[in-house]
């Protein structure tokens, strides 16, 4: 069974940083590519930001890019985004999802809140 | 940025009836275009990748068509479980971009 269990969200004070942890497991991790997608308390879907199986490619919204960064070690079969410099409007549920090459995300966890106070 | 604009926002129906819900895209986004259901409290799931391909265990009273800008989610016939928010999403170009959504409430 195909598991996605993010972590790591909490209350922080704007300007703090955070670590968000994505573990994978019930399908080969290297053969994905991942990304992680927000959703604001009672708003729509934001994408984030994607990384290839292999992170040769990495892509952030222009909303988070400078501030956030995507990683992954495929041999722990783990996906993390660091967010820096947080401000009030990255408030959200982030969601991991996977995706064969750059496909349509066909599985997500179940997300982690993220709070930033202002 | 591709803007994904749905219609209705909300589309207040009967269990059995007929769903037809619309995605337009401000530029041609060719067949890359999902559909997602999102229940309150719960992840999004995937229903249709590449404008039509209903994805693994999804009902086949959810079908998707169009190509380019205007796609069209139909749900054939409602069931209570359908009611819901969906999203749709492309992913012709970066950066990807999602709709706003549109509910489906029970009339």
């Known amino acids: 069974e195909v598991q996605l269990v993010e972590s790591g969200g909490g209350l922080v004070k704007a300007g703090g940083s955070l670590r968000l942890s994505c573990a994978a497991s019930?399908?080969?991790?290297?053969?994905?590519?991942m990304n992680w997608v927000r959703q604001p308390p009672g708003k729509g879907l934001e994408w984030v930001s994607s990384i290839s199986s292999s992170s040769s490619y990495i892509y952030y919204a222009d909303s988070v890019r400078g501030r956030f960064t995507i990683t992954r070690d495929n041999a722990k079969n783990s996906l993390w985004l660091q967010m820096n410099s947080l401000r009030a409007e990255d408030t959200a549920v982030y969601y991991c999802?996977?995706?064969?090459?750059?496909?349509?995300?066909?599985?997500w966890g179940q997300g982690t809140l993220v709070t930033v106070s202002s | 940025e591709i803007v994904l604009t749905q219609s209705p926002a909300t589309l207040s129906l009967s269990p059995g009836e007929r769903a037809t819900l619309s995605c337009r895209a401000s530029q041609g986004v060719t067949s890359y275009l999902a559909w997602y259901q999102q229940k309150p409290g719960q992840a999004p799931r995937l229903l249709i990748s590449?404008?039509?391909n209903r994805a693994t265990g999804i009902p086949a009273r959810f079908s998707g068509s169009g190509s380019g800008t205007d796609f069209t989610l139909t749900i054939s016939s409602l069931e209570p479980e359908d009611f819901a928010v969906y999203y749709c999403q492309q992913r012709n170009n970066w950066p990807w971009t999602f709709g706003q959504g549109t509910k489906v409430d029970i009339k």
């Open positions: 019930g399908f080969t991790f290297s053969d994905y590519s």
């Open positions: 999802a996977r995706s064969l090459f750059s496909g349509a995300p066909d599985y």
């Open positions: 590449d404008a039509s």
